[in-house]
Structure formats: structure tokens, C-alpha cells
């Protein structure tokens, strides 16, 4: 699993930004358009006002970019918890980006009801195709859960590539999670992770016992592709090397 790690957080916003515009230009001169599914929390707000300013906007061919999410908490677009609406303002409204363009899960479903839908969404999208996004950004939390992928919650034991929802014991809360099975059949997934409260989780998930139950983000390795880690100095202060 190739490691970026940059002296400061500004430096792996910057390498992940790059990273993510020659994706989108592989997949756009590949197959004329880029599925990306977002990933949520606060880590990622910096590097979507990036990736929207000045410095890379005009790098992208953003028509062609088709925005998905890789997990979404139980509550409206417009809640301040929402990752869509974080996305929304970081990203997609100073973009410009179509509605036709995003698909945010619909959580003025009941949660299980959300989750069938988005399944049915991704498999809309990709058709008679496996769905096989082109990049999957993730966070990683310090109790190495990913997406909404959770530690001893059962979508970890999930065997089909889809949308599921899960109840976060300690969130006391509903989620709504790609599952494993679906983030591995990307063609690339990138970590962006920082700061050194996440480097026991990030030496755990990378070099520790394996053990998905306790860090889920192990579940992680994409058949057909590669995880990549952005992480700044303090977030790999644990690796060893
Ligand atoms: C979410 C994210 C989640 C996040 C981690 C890290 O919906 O919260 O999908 O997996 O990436 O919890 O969050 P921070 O970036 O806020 O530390």
C-alpha cells in the first residue's frame, strides 16, 4: 500500500490534490468520465476548497466528473453533520457542479430505506458494469474505523458490494456505508489522514496484528487497484522506519 507522507498537512493537501487530478484525467481519457465517492468527517473540507480553488480547478474536466459518497449520517442534506452538505460548500457549489452530477444518499429515507436506495443508485450508474468507482477517498478515525465502517459492527462482515446501514453504538446513531466488498472493487482508494492523534490508529492499520474487527480499515485493499496513504508527518510518527 504506497505511503505519501508529507512534512505538514498543507504538503499532503497538495500531494493528495495532485494525486486526485491525474486520476481524473486517467479515467476521463480512459472511459470519459471520473466516479469518485467522497469521503466525510473534517479531514477531507481543506482538501475539497483546494481542489475548487484557483491553484487546481482548472486542472479537472469536471463535466465529466460524477461525485458519489462513501458513507452519510442519518440526518437532512442541509444538517451541519451532513457530509453531503459539507461536499456541497467546500466543493461542488464553488465548482459549479451540476445536481446531475452528485449523488448524495437520500436520508429523507428511513435509514435501511436510504441504503436500498443508494445501492440501487450505484448500480444505475454503472449499469451492466461491476460498480468499480475510479477513486474512493477515505479518513481514517482514531479508532481505525473508515467510511462508516465501524469497529464489531456487522457490515464488516458485509460479502456484497453495496450500500448498507449500520448502528454506531458509540454514535448511538444510524450510518449509512459503502461497504468493504464495494470500496475494494475501486480502481484506487487514497487515505488523506493527519495529525498526530491518528498515528496509534494508522500504525495499527498498516503494521498491526490483523484484526478487521477491531481496526476496520484493514477490511481495505483493492483487488484491481491500490490504497494509497497521504499522511503527514505526525500521522506516520508510529510507523516503523
Ligand atoms: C465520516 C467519515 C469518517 C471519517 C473519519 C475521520 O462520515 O465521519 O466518513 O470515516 O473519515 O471519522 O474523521 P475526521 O476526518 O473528522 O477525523
Redesign the pocket.
Known sequence: MPQHVFPSTDEVLSGLADFFVAQARAAVAARGRFAVAL??????KKLYELLASAAYRGQVSWPQVFFFF????NVPADDPQS?YRMAKTALLDPLGIPAAQVFPVNTTLPPAEAARAYTQTIADFFAETPARFDLVL?????NS?????FPHTSVLRATTADAQVVFVEELQAD?I?LTAPLINQARAVAF??F?AD?AAAVRRVLHGERNVAEYPAQLIAPAAGEAHWFLDQAAASELPG
Open positions: 469521503s466525510g468527517g473534517s479531514s477531507p462513501g458513507d452519510e449520517r457530509n477515505l479518513g481514517l478515525g482514531d474505523h473508515t467510511a462508516s465502517l450510518r456505508t488523506l489522514v495529525g491518528k
